[in-house]
């Protein structure tokens, strides 16, 4: 009933204008892909894109991103969601080995899936802002490394598409307030322009954090990253989403319309990917982008998603991240 279900919300989707699917060979191992494929084979292949993240399985070989693994990870996707090519392969990861000893094989693989038609394009996740200057004060050393990393494979790969984490919960704030990127910075979108690549744009939800819908006594089944979220994490989301709650609705698809409302509006060329369950959320969510944000809406959300990012990321983390540790950005 419930494979039924799901297959049911990916139909709905469709019928209301969801032209780009994402899944992974990793999400219930195969069996995701299994009921995309499903859906697939209802509704005609050229009015979908299908995108694809791998590396998070590497069976038992060394690395996920060897040659032998990756041709394996893109059939194995293909047979599964019954179609003859995938429209983004993105990696899942960046990690390619000691010293990078897989680097030069994936490439070299990656190329040939594309050019033997296997795959359209490829897609390399990213920060979700670029330091590109020497002396940016407030951006740590984990993201001027994070960021020179990701100009290095972006050289080395030459992905067609960047794909990031976009919602305040996730560090750095979201690209595209003025007042939060210095001179030396560059958000993500602004690179990707720069570059000519495509974007897509993931978690806009966080997690379903930003719907308000979870609360002390949410169960969620075991390896679930969500369960991860601790009681203080919680207790500040829902402080600061009490102004969106007042004035667009206390529903938790309020708040999940106005998250996704914002983001498309922040990066409006880019694809959105969110999440659904059931046929009703697919619905809504389609239903409450009828009406756009006004910019005094824009603003007013900016401002709320910047002071809950601001406590969320100033209070107290444990000392050593473990199974409850949060921000989100640690549970990807």
Do not use: W
């Amino acid at each position: 009933m419930a494979d039924d279900i799901a297959v049911e919300a990916l139909l709905s989707a469709q019928a209301e204008g969801a032209t780009v699917f994402d899944t992974s060979d990793i999400y219930g191992m195969g069996h995701s892909q299994r009921l995309l494929g499903r859906m697939l084979a209802q509704v005609p292949r050229a009015q979908v894109r299908i995108s694809c993240t791998v590396g998070a399985f590497k069976g038992t070989g060394l690395s996920a991103f060897s040659s032998l693994n990756l041709h394996r990870q893109v059939e194995q996707s293909l047979e599964n969601l019954g179609v003859d090519y995938l429209d983004v392969l993105t990696l899942t990861h960046t990690d390619f080995g000691p010293r990078d000893r897989y680097l030069e094989d994936a490439r070299e693989t990656l190329q040939a899936l594309r050019d033997q038609g296997d795959v359209k394009a490829i897609g390399l996740r990213a920060p979700c802002r670029l330091v590109t200057g020497s002396t940016v004060c407030q951006s740590s050393s984990r993201d001027r490394e994070s960021a020179a990393r990701f100009a290095y494979l972006f050289q080395r790969i030459g992905p067609d598409v960047i794909s990031t984490s976009i919602n305040p919960l996730d560090r750095p704030l979201l690209p595209g307030n003025a007042a939060e990127i210095s001179e030396a910075e560059e958000d993500i979108f602004s690179f990707a322009h720069r570059h000519g690549v495509a974007t897509m744009a993931y978690k806009p939800l966080g997690q379903g954090l930003l719907t308000g819908k979870y609360g002390p006594d949410s169960v969620f089944l075991p390896g679930d990253v969500r369960s991860r979220i601790t009681t203080e994490t919680l207790g500040i989301v829902h402080k600061h989403l009490r102004p969106l709650r007042e004035r667009f609705g206390a529903d938790p698809q309020d708040l999940a319309r106005i998250a996704l409302g914002y983001c498309l509006r922040l990066c409006p060329n880019s694809i959105v990917l969110a999440g659904i369950s059931n046929p009703q959320q697919a619905s809504a969510n389609f239903q409450g982008l009828h009406n756009e944000l006004s910019d005094e809406d824009y603003d007013f959300i900016g401002t709320v998603y910047a002071s809950l990012s601001e406590e969320l990321y100033s209070s107290p983390q444990p000392a050593k991240p473990g199974p409850s540790t949060l921000p989100l950005d640690r549970m990807t």
